[in-house]
């Protein structure tokens, strides 16, 4: 089984101590053919680099012939510009003008995604010509939904195998194909590839440049591989670590996969400290029951920034949250907050106003329903703007809006803290 | 479009001002079997269940019987049993054989997932007895691959479309078929089946009983929702919300959804206040810089907490953990934790230390070691266990770890503090 190859391939590359030998025994004892098949199986791309180095040009070259276009142009990718080109000399024709062709698009865009090797039909064709296309067709990646192009292969329609055989056989593809068809242009973004494979069900998304000319399809397999990448993606950012395959990774890789967010929660830590020393004078003149709740005051400013933050992230992600729904998403957002903000104040400025003093517990009740409703800004506001910028939302969504609500939520319950203690004294 | 009439639905439903008129105008302004593929379209229950209310049983009928049986099982158990009932009795036989057989099953199992409207082939057929069964079949899903059963409808094999229509009319499926086929039965979880179908590249995924029979098939597409859905609810859970559309939801719903978490939060919250005012004298024996450094020390605790639950939560979904590699994950999470804990002790430690004395520096790289190993430990166990026990283990990863790290962290910071100012004076 493939999959058992690349489990074991992964399993060697990422053990504690690696053996170079376990690699070599492994690959020499299997067929070209499986490491080919297993290497499309392998998601994290340190492994995929690992094996590289360790084959010559010419067995590269094999293993890359055996491949379908779009896995072999991802492979090669890992490869050093040098290895590459010396790949492409030796691989077959017409493998190494796929390659070519795909090596331009983006990875993570619908041109970077599909593959070549598919099978189109023409709409001047018989059904028997068209079934005679697909029995010719024997490495092509192939759906129950075909393609249907006009004489100059733009993309006009689609229609499925059993259209085909059930058909008579002189009747033109014309004649029965179905013309609502959906596609997407070369450099359309992966993530929006996945939504619209989703929201049309479709089993194969094609892809056109520009001019409308098909160059290639994305198979429900690749737009599952990118869902389940992107999802992964998010929820690590999220919690603050970077990474595909956390597991099969050394304690040194995971602990700097984790270090740019530790060192922002520090960062922001040591001025949070900072700050917070500087009301020292304010704790002295109300009481040290003003630090003890310091913690449920953050912890519910964080919670709720967290869970804004999150909703927004994979509100894009799903293409829930469009250009055209922003304000309604974000005034719906601080609604939320004010309500949880005023529910929680009261609950928690009651119980301070009873364990201490009234005022007291209007310190702490102002300070969650304005904290929280900070938070809640913050946290639906920050990872927009990120991504109107360009920025990938799930970024900045997890541990820097915490920290930074953390900041804001001290700050702004000592401001009331210092009005109600010093001020008004 | 299905999708836009789905679209328009939704807002309806979901608009802050519900306008019963406008619900009725959309669905008597449209064809019924363009509600019932906008109905397929629907991932949300609540917009189902209000286009439900206003159908009667008669319409009801006819929209099931438009839709695929899997679908219309699922619309029908979103409505009242004597609504299901009336309706099961005014539908074709088939389609009602069908659902009731589909309804024995639980939702979000392979069974629950699977469409019993699909084409298989047996061994013993000639490819053009093959052919004529696809031609035959309207209605059915199909994909590029067709299952193979034996006689007594046992699963046996696969082949494609493109094998059938190369082979000779005469020649037997047996002769040409692929024999190594993947299955699960229909108790299987549908995380499961769609690890499955990502793990082996399947376009559809064949269910059987416990005794190898071909039940149903679970295309692609089916798989793709589940794969979307179940990352939507794991990264939901883990900021401590449940819901699937919650952009399209009101706000009272929205603040009731978040509700749970955050009344743990509270609740944990005011625990910690309760504790920390415990340790009054041990700040006035000490100094008021020793409050000033809790925020960090719980910041980091938290920080590591999330990111070692997150890393566990989507471990277990991808299929990345499983009961082999336990040990492995717990042991290497808590090696990370002891590194970041060492790391970030030294780094806030010397920072104390500077600031105030080296007695306060002791104990902020203490706390911050300790504490930080603490939380990624209950990081990591948690959510294992939470697994073991078959409770969803995002329910627990997100503000619950995060609330009891926050007292963790607390606890062993103002421990080491009394040893340090208290006893050791």
């Not at 055996?66 to 077959?92: F, N």
């Not at 390659?99 to 709409?123: H, N, S």
């Not at 098909?214 to 919690?239: C, F, N, P, Q, R």
């Not at 329903?369 to 997890?398: E, K, W, Y």
């Amino acid at each position: 089984m493939p999959q058992d190859l690349a489990d074991k391939l992964r399993e060697i590359i990422h053990a504690e101590t690696f053996s170079r030998t376990a690699l070599v025994d492994c690959l020499d004892s299997v067929h070209p053919i499986d490491i080919a098949v297993a290497l499309q199986y392998l998601a994290d791309e340190e492994t995929k680099k690992a094996v590289l180095e360790r084959v010559d040009e010419e067995r590269l070259a094999d293993l890359v012939d055996l491949m379908p276009p779009d896995e072999g142009t991802d492979l090669l990718e890992l490869a050093p510009d040098e290895v590459e080109e010396e790949v492409l000399e030796r691989v077959e024709d017409e493998t190494a003008q796929d390659i070519r062709e795909l090596r331009r698009y983006e990875p993570d865009t619908a041109g970077g995604q599909m593959t070549t090797d598919f099978v189109a039909l023409r709409e001047d064709m018989t059904a028997a010509d068209a079934v005679r296309t697909i029995q010719g067709a024997v490495d092509a990646e192939q759906t129950n939904w075909l393609h249907v192009t006009d004489p100059n292969e733009r993309l006009t329609g689609y229609t499925s195998i059993q259209k085909i055989i059930s058909a008579p056989a002189d009747r033109r593809v014309a004649d029965f194909m179905y013309r609502d068809v959906q596609s997407v242009t070369t450099d359309v973004d992966q993530e929006d590839v996945a939504q619209l494979a989703d929201r049309y069900n479709l089993q194969a998304v094609p892809v056109t440049n520009q001019g409308g000319i098909l160059k290639g399809i994305i198979t429900l397999d690749d737009v599952l591989d990118v869902m389940s990448e992107e999802a992964s993606e998010d929820i690590y950012l999220l919690s603050g670590t970077q990474s595909i395959h956390p597991m099969s990774e050394s304690v040194r890789r995971r602990v700097l996969k984790r270090m740019p967010w530790l060192l922002v929660t520090v960062g922001m830590g040591l001025v949070v400290m900072f700050i917070y020393s500087r009301y020292e004078s304010v704790i002295t003149a109300g009481s040290l029951w003003l630090v003890f709740f310091v913690p449920i005051v953050q912890a519910l400013g964080g919670n709720v920034g967290i869970q804004s933050s999150t909703l927004v992230v994979r509100g894009i992600a799903t293409g829930e949250i469009n250009h055209g729904r922003l304000r309604r998403v974000i005034l719906s957002e601080l609604a939320v907050g004010l309500t949880i903000g005023i529910l929680f104040g009261l609950i928690v400025g009651f119980a301070a106003g009873a364990i201490q003093n009234p005022k007291l517990g209007a310190v702490v009740a102002l300070a969650i329903v304005s904290g929280v409703l900070m938070s809640s800004f913050t946290g639906t506001v920050i990872p927009l703007l990120c991504n109107r910028c360009g920025v990938d939302p799930a970024i900045t969504a997890g541990p820097f809006i915490t920290a930074l609500n953390d900041l804001i939520c001290l700050t702004i319950y000592f401001s009331i803290a210092s009005l109600v203690f010093v001020w008004l004294m």
